[in-house]
């Protein structure tokens, strides 16, 4: 079983950073394939970006491409997304998941192929 908790998300206003964070736990938490989604009540969960078990592959979608970034500590068993020109259409509540076969080398895409969901946090957007 792995328990994924969210926080840093908040108000900001338009061209403003946040960093997210997602705190792990459990045996195989380290080993896990992980990624960020998000998602308001009248839209489907979207993909925002991926990173394998390592951090040696990344995935983004291509709306935040180049806008932000996912990182994680292993260590301290940690995944980060740092979010940077934000715009309003970035409102949402954003989560973090984990899943795939162990060690995998690529990111996961599709909300089905993760295992474990975090509550989500917050993130909104000011024009």
């Known amino acids: 079983q792995v328990r994924l908790v969210e926080s840093g998300g908040g108000l900001v206003q338009a061209g403003g950073s946040l960093r997210l964070s997602c705190a792990a736990s459990g045996r195989t938490s380290t080993r896990n394939v992980m990624g960020w989604f998000r998602q308001t009540p009248d839209k489907e969960r979207e993909f925002v970006a991926g990173?394998?078990?390592?951090?040696?592959?990344?995935a983004y979608a291509e709306s935040v491409e180049g806008r932000f970034g996912i990182s994680r500590d292993n260590a301290k068993s940690t995944v980060y997304l740092q979010m940077n020109g934000l715009q309003p259409e970035d409102t949402d509540v954003y989560s973090c998941?984990?899943?795939?076969?162990?060690?995998?080398?690529?990111?996961?895409?599709?909300?089905?192929?993760?295992?474990?969901w975090g509550q989500g946090t917050q993130v909104t957007v000011s024009s």
């Open positions: 990173i394998t078990w390592n951090g040696g592959n990344t």
């Open positions: 998941a984990a899943g795939g076969q162990f060690y995998s080398l690529q990111p996961l895409r599709a909300p089905g192929e993760y295992d474990y």
